[in-house]
Structure formats: C-alpha cells, structure tokens
C-alpha cells in the first residue's frame, strides 16, 4: 500500500531528511521516498496509516500538507 503526499515549503536537501525522518516515526511507515522538487512524499505502507497522521507527523516537522492520497 502506498501513499502520496504532497507537501508544501520544502526547499533543500535537510528539508527532505527531516521529512524523511518524521515519516519513518510513524508505526506503519515501511519506506519514505521524498522528492524536493515534485513538493512531495512517497511513503509506503505496512498496514493501514490514517491520513490524519501522516499530516500530523509532517506539520509538527515544520512543513505545510497540501493533499494526501
Ligand atoms: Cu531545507
């Protein structure tokens, strides 16, 4: 099962492992992609995530969530 998140206020390289690293804390979370200049996150899944807390984990990292899908 994967996810794409399309994140907003991303701009370097440390950006991406923050995200990157916020994502994979989450119980659930196998593997995180992230691409800077596509504004948005692959993450795929062990079992089901909600939406709700991908949000959480990457707006409390600092950055904007535009769409989850
Ligand atoms: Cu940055």
């Known amino acids: 099962m994967k ?5 907003e206020g991303m701009t370097c ?10 994502l994979k804390g989450i119980c ?3 593997s995180v992609k992230v691409d800077l200049e596509g504004k948005a ?3 795929e899944l062990a079992h089901e995530v909600a ?6 984990a990457i707006e409390e990292a600092g950055y904007e969530v535009k769409h989850v899908e």
Do not use: F
């Open 51 to 56: 939406d709700e807390k991908l949000k959480a």
């Open 41 to 43: 996150a692959t993450v």
């Open 13 to 22: 390289g440390h950006c991406v492992m923050h995200i990157e690293e916020a």
């Open 28 to 30: 659930g979370v196998k």
């Open 3 to 7: 996810k794409k998140i399309t994140i």
